[in-house]
């Protein structure tokens, strides 16, 4: 920060009584102080702060959740036997039998008719 001499403060002093004059002769109210407003703008930026923070937890939880999950789930494929990833592929069976027995009965049965 500069160091400004006491005569511009003067100066700057002077400009603002000016303001202020100039201000309320036009019969408009006084600004509010210039602490109130930094107070009303350090609580809207707290506000915002605190919106952030929240959102920012609510993401760390669902990638800690995420994580969580895929660890959880890979604990558990650990605990199954190797001979269950390991299994011969089943024959395939046919949807019916059918014995030579049966197929001849039914060439017969048509026959008849």
């Known amino acids: 920060m ?3 001499s006491k005569p511009c403060l003067s100066r700057i002093a002077q ?9 309320a002769s036009l019969g408009i109210t006084d600004l509010p102080p210039l602490d109130s407003t930094r107070k009303i703008i350090a609580l809207d930026r707290l506000r915002l702060l605190s919106i952030a923070y929240y959102i920012s937890g609510v993401i760390g939880a669902a990638i800690v959740s995420f994580l969580l999950f895929h660890f ?8 199954v036997p190797p001979e ?11 949807a019916y039998t059918v014995s030579p027995g049966v197929v001849k009965l039914r060439i017969a049965q048509r026959r008849a008719e």
């Open 2 to 4: 500069r160091h400004v």
């Open 84 to 94: 269950a990833w390991n299994q011969p592929k089943p024959t395939p069976t046919p």
């Open 72 to 79: 959880f789930l890979v604990l558990g494929m650990s605990f």
């Open 15 to 23: 400009s603002l009584r000016r303001a202020r004059f100039a201000h």
